[in-house]
């Protein structure tokens, strides 16, 4: 499972971001690394650098090998959480979509 990490103008995508982000999704979404073959991660700052109320995003896109993506989208008042939350409702995505696919079979 590749984790691919994309940030807008307004965030700093620096080394540590990336580390952080990457070891957190890795972890969270271990149970389904076999099913996913890509994460891809959009974060932004949708008041471009202005304190906000819910204003950082998390766009999170996985990628289940043989499948179309599937997509969530999180905002919060800091990037950490907006990934965190992203995170939680990918994985009921993820339970939900492999769960129909057990029961087809």
Do not use: W
């Not at 965030?11 to 271990?30: P, T, V």
């Not at 896109?61 to 939350?85: C, F, H, M, Q, Y």
Request: a negative charge; proline letters at 3%.
């Amino acid at each position: 499972m590749k984790i691919h990490i994309n940030t807008d103008h307004n965030i700093e995508g620096n080394e540590r971001l990336q580390s952080f982000l990457e070891n957190k999704i890795s972890n969270a979404l271990s149970r389904f690394e076999n099913y996913l073959t890509r994460v891809e991660v959009h974060l932004s700052d949708e008041n471009a650098g202005k304190n906000g109320p819910m204003d950082k995003r998390c766009l999170l896109e996985v990628r289940p090998e043989g499948k179309e993506p599937l997509t969530v989208t999180a905002n919060a008042d800091t990037i950490e959480a907006a990934v965190s939350n992203a995170i939680e409702k990918m994985k009921q995505v993820l339970t939900t979509e492999l769960g129909k696919q057990t029961s087809l079979r």
